[in-house]
């Protein structure tokens, strides 16, 4: 069949192929090889300028240009190349490595630096390190953006609405009311907590040999300090350094960094599922668009499309995220190549996450606030003032105030009337008693307005 976006195997690359347009870059294989050329080309610079490998002279200035261009210039062409050699070796780690050569070999200036390409690596050196600056950069680049531009939404919602009484549902019963900006408040602060986390997170990589002891390295150079060379290379990658591993960088980090995009997706999964119910109250509208059909059938229909799509491709990110932290720190002995066929796939994860997040932000932007809908339920339900009622009567010593409150309201259809009724007969001072006659439930939100202001 074709290479047409319908006969696409995954919805990723079909259906939402321009929604994860961004991520192209960076997990797809064209991103993995153009990561794998740089710190080749890198790592041959830091030796070049390491004063004990006398056997590779520092590079000029113009020499240094010209290496790093092979990496800065690098495009699909340069992709197909490395996939022909491949054809060849069968290993695409090692094709990279000719393909660098290949480059390089027909400069004579450059031609004794042929041999120190890959010098000393195992392919995993070259790899652990190309997934760690993929994650960085989808980090910085896509993924923090896109939250971000969540939070802002809520945050915008969560002011505007901050003094608008919504009735709670705990146990999805009338509850003590709230507001709708101080719920919203409630996940911007959950979502701000794990952003934080999750933009702290160091990505470890590592370069050190065969099996994590510089074997190599220390048999053909053993006056250098491999220890503090590969530190210092590591780093300059803009990476965390682990120092102990085996042949593979053990992929804690890789973990911590999978968890923290699937607590961030576990709370937006709470928000898609909970704007879900407040459109179905009616709490919300959505703004209409023409030419679009919510049902087959039934024409009246305007479906929370975008909150369902979100808590579905949440929910394929996250199985993936779970699987990624749970498998990759697993290897057996010094290594096996189980993780390899699984790291190749962590962009489908941060690619239904980015489907998620651009239909939760579609969504968010839809949505407008239908506040006579919030006070009809907020005026059906005067038995969520049997909280301050109680409160009240249990400062000021009235007997048994839980059990007279439970009596009256549980389970039974509470008025305005009936409420001020029993307020009425209730042995308090004048100005308690008059602040209970004048409470409303729209008026008993606490400090739920400054609560939502302050986020």
């Known amino acids: 069949m074709s290479t047409h976006a319908l006969t696409a195997l995954s919805p990723l690359d079909g259906r939402y192929a321009a929604k994860v347009e961004p991520l192209r870059p960076v997990f797809s294989e064209f991103g993995l090889m153009h990561r794998r050329v740089r710190v080749e080309i890198e790592w041959l610079l830091a030796l070049a300028a390491e004063p004990g490998v006398a056997e590779l002279p520092p590079f000029s200035g113009a020499q240094v240009e010209q290496l790093r261009a092979i990496a800065d210039g690098f495009g699909v062409e340069d992709g ?54 993929m994650l960085r ?134 928000l898609a599922r909970d704007v879900w119910g407040y459109i179905s109250l009616g709490y919300f509208r959505q703004a209409l668009k023409a030419g679009e059909v919510g049902s087959s059938t039934m024409p009246h229909k305007v479906n929370p499309i975008d909150f369902e799509n979100a808590e579905g491709n949440l ?64 005026d059906a339900s005067w038995e969520v003032l049997a909280e301050a009622v109680q409160t009240v009567m249990r400062r000021y010593g009235l007997p048994e105030p839980y059990e007279q409150l439970k009596a009256l309201t549980r389970g039974q259809g509470i008025t305005r009337e009936s409420m001020r009724a029993f307020i009425e007969g209730l042995q308090l001072p004048a100005e308690a008693k008059q602040r209970l006659l004048d409470l409303a439930p729209g008026g008993y939100t606490g400090l739920a307005e400054t609560l939502a202001k302050g986020i």
């Open 315 to 378: 929910g394929l990110a996250n199985a993936l995220l779970g699987h990624f932290a749970g498998k990759l720190p697993i290897s057996r002995w010094q290594r096996d190549l189980t993780d390899s066929t699984v790291l190749r796939a962590l962009g489908t994860a941060f690619g239904h996450t980015l489907v998620a997040l651009e239909s939760l932000a579609k969504g968010l932007g839809k949505l407008s606030v239908n506040p006579e809908r919030l006070a009809a339920d907020l």
């Open 80 to 133: 197909e190349r490395i996939k022909a050699i491949e054809a060849t070796t069968n290993h695409d780690v090692k094709a990279v490595e000719y393909f660098i050569k290949e480059r390089i070999g027909a400069d004579p200036a450059l031609a004794q630096a042929r041999e120190f390409v890959h010098f000393a690596c195992t392919s995993e050196d070259i790899n652990n390190l190309s997934y760690a600056l």
């Open 137 to 270: 950069d989808a980090r910085a680049g896509v993924l923090l953006p896109a939250i971000d531009g969540i939070v802002a939404r809520l945050r915008a919602l969560a002011r505007a609405n901050a003094a608008l009484p919504m009735l709670s549902r705990t146990h999805g019963q009338t509850a003590s009311p709230t507001t709708l900006g101080k719920e919203l408040a409630n996940v911007v602060a959950r979502l701000e907590r794990q952003r934080a986390q999750f933009a702290a997170l160091t990505v470890p990589g590592k370069i050190n040999g065969a099996v994590g002891n510089y074997n190599a390295h220390a048999v053909a150079y053993p006056e250098v300090d491999w220890q503090a060379f590969s530190r210092r290379f590591v780093e300059s990658l803009g990476l965390e350094w682990n120092a102990y591993t085996t042949q593979i960088e053990p992929h804690d980090g890789v973990a911590e960094y999978c968890d923290a995009v699937r607590r961030l997706n576990v709370i937006l999964i709470d």
